[in-house]
């Protein structure tokens, strides 16, 4: 099992969720986060006072799959979210090593 880590700009969850669900992946979790790496922000204009926006809006999506599944949610994910600017986010494949279901109590895969 792996854990896929994909930090994205907003706008691009519903483009990533129908482009995963085509792939039969269910389940993820989106957290809001703020980041900045090359974009450094940008400057705005708030009530005729500029300041300096650091931190950027952007969305941790984090899916646990199995092995085989990773290439294509991998290649769906960058399909879903590449603008081919900068700032388009980062995409991270972890190792998991148990899970299980709270409810029922399965394990790994089947706890999937």
Same mark, same amino acid.
């Given at each position: ?13 519903? /483009?990533?969720?129908?482009?995963? =669900?085509?792939?039969? %992946?269910?389940?993820? #979790?989106? &957290?809001?986060?703020? !980041?900045? @790496? ?28 199995? /092995?085989?599944?990773?290439?294509? =949610?991998?290649?769906? %994910?960058?399909?879903? #979210?590449? &603008?081919?600017?900068? !700032?388009? @986010? ?23």
């Amino acid at each position: 099992m792996k854990i896929v880590t994909a930090i994205i700009k907003p706008f691009k969850l519903d /483009d990533v969720r129908e482009k995963l =669900a085509a792939l039969r %992946i269910d389940g993820m #979790t989106v &957290t809001e986060a703020k !980041g900045y @790496g090359r974009q450094k922000g940008h400057t705005e204009i708030y009530r005729g006072a500029e300041y300096v926006v650091s931190f950027l809006p952007k969305l941790r999506i984090e899916i646990v799959m199995r /092995d085989e599944q990773v290439a294509a =949610a991998v290649d769906a %994910i960058r399909a879903a #979210t590449n &603008t081919g600017h900068i !700032g388009d @986010g980062k995409i991270f494949v972890s190792p998991i090593e148990r899970a299980w279901r709270i409810r029922t109590g399965e394990a790994d895969d089947d706890a999937l």
